[in-house]
């Protein structure tokens, strides 16, 4: 069975999709949250400044960089928040006709550079589509106000396609580790590497059976490896197709499979990935019904355990990781009724108990002038203890918000 990125890559912007089930009560479930600061930064004015901000980053200096789509024309821009200004850095141009160039996954590097991929788009002469394109990877140098295409990806037999997750950078070696959802040897993804010249080279094909295929997120880096998951793949069989893993790969191209999701209470078709000091791994997957039944912990070595699967757990979209095994989550949901039947979003912290349990408090509910979340995936920066975070609707021209939240 092979699964649609537009399906399970929940950043796309182009198709907001709601989970299928939200239990509006679980409100009153969760320990009240106390001496929580949330303090709305800006407001998205919509038009050519931007609305429906996503993926972004915060700098040293407390600036904010991040993406959002612009104009009525399904278009895509950079931006730069600092000290109450907006400042656009880049504008992807209307594709007209073509699949839009979304930004995702952006990475700064301690050199004030700003890299970044996109699912779809690049050149139209290669295996992908035509109307869509394989994606591409990118930069902008802070410094020199310059973006550049470092790599347009061509799809399979020889490269990626529709790449995912953010990409690794190696500052020593000046090289960058990254993700496909498709393409490659197999048709079923790759791991690749791109140089400082900008040369790209496929490290790993997914394959088929056994092995894990189409990553979904990542790659996480951790002592010199790195760790991903694969929507499909892997040893177990759901809905006619593979469950999905949890894998682990070298910078040299060598993949094991770490853990192979079952479709039973550890879920199935895992797409979030992000990881801790330690290198122990967190990720979120899901039923067959697309709801997510579990947040998962993996060790670097392949130990695996259900972190939380508790009464919040089909609301949540994204997770971050705080200190102490602590996790937060932006999730839909809430009980104002400015948002019903669905609620306007709310912002979770789960302290793991074990066992799946896990204490969760709410720290913020949106009430739609202050930002909604109506697809809530990685929009959340934890940072120097304080949450950073975008909304892609509400505020006061429903167009979306970045906050930021003291704990």
Known sequence: MQYSLVQFHRQ???SLALLAAVILSLALLAFPAHAQTYNMLYNFPGG???LQPGDFVVTSSGSILGEALYDNCACALLFNYTNGTETVLHRFSEPQGYQAEIPQGLLLSNGGTLYGTTAYGGSRNDACAPSIGCGIAFFYDLA??????????????????EPVGIQVLDSRAGKLYGLTFGGGANYNGTFYEITADGSERVLYSFGNASDGTQPGWGPVSYGGNFYGVTLGGGANVCNNGGCGTVFKVTPTGKETVLYNFTGGSDGQNPYQLVGDSKGNLYGLSRNADNVVVAIFEVSPTGAFSIAYSGSYV????????GTNGNLYASASGGNYS???????GQIL????????????????QFDGTDGSLLNPFQDLVLQNGVLYGTTNYGGTSNDGVIYKLNR
Do not use: E
């Open 338 to 344: 400015a948002c019903q039947p669905n609620g306007c």
């Open 48 to 50: 050519s400044k931007g």
């Open 314 to 321: 089909s609301q949540i979209g994204g997770i971050v990781v």
């Open 349 to 364: 912290q789960v302290i793991p108990t074990g066992g799946g349990n896990g204490t969760v408090t709410v720290l913020h």
């Open 12 to 14: 796309s912007r182009i």
């Open 144 to 161: 020199t106000s310059k973006y550049q295409t470092i790599h347009q990806f061509r799809g399979s037999p020889s490269d990626g396609a």
